[in-house]
């Protein structure tokens, strides 16, 4: 049996490419995600900030952008958001006046609890019909589908650009 993607005389795929049905399964449960936040309040940036701040590991605004996986432009824009909304309180850091240091408020504590809710819901409704070991296959075969895009990625760099 072959895992390649063959074609019938019309040029028609016989097998869907599986990236192909990744990607449709990733943008449907993406903009679903999406609208259980909105619907809460919120956004996937506003989560990805509250959950980051949350942790506590990454207090300063770059450490944040990275965090978050947003370039820092983007993520002044949301933060000045949250910071009008009374979400987050951003301030100088004392031994570097160039970084700012952003903390969460009380506000937006209460935020990341609601919203927490929400994300667990969603995430008990996207395992709903699954066992453990189902599970564990879905993320080993998702770890599997990244390193092989890491490769390929790597691969496509010529020597000595990386």
């Known amino acids: ?7 019938d005389g019309t040029v028609r795929p016989t097998t869907e490419p599986i990236g192909l049905d990744l990607t449709r399964t990733g943008r449907l449960l993406s903009r679903a995600f999406d609208d259980e936040l ?4 919120a956004s996937l940036p506003v989560w990805l900030v509250l959950t980051a701040l949350k942790r506590g590991d990454h207090a300063m605004q770059r450490q944040l952008a990275a965090a978050v996986g947003i370039d820092d432009a983007t993520l002044t824009h949301h933060l000045r958001r949250m910071e009008a909304d009374g979400l987050v309180a951003r301030h100088r850091a004392p031994d570097d006046r160039r970084n700012q240091v952003v903390e969460l408020t009380a506000a937006g504590d209460a935020l990341f609890g609601q919203l927490l809710g929400v994300v667990t819901g969603f995430d008990r409704r996207l395992r709903a019909g699954f066992g453990a070991e189902e599970l564990a296959a879905l993320r080993a075969s998702l770890a599997h589908l990244r390193a092989n895009v890491g490769e390929a990625a790597v691969r496509a760099v010529p020597d000595g650009q990386e």
């Not at 049996?1 to 074609?7: A, F, L, R």
């Not at 909105?38 to 309040?41: K, N």
């Open 1 to 7: 049996m072959s895992n390649d993607i063959g074609y």
């Open 38 to 41: 909105v619907a809460a309040g």
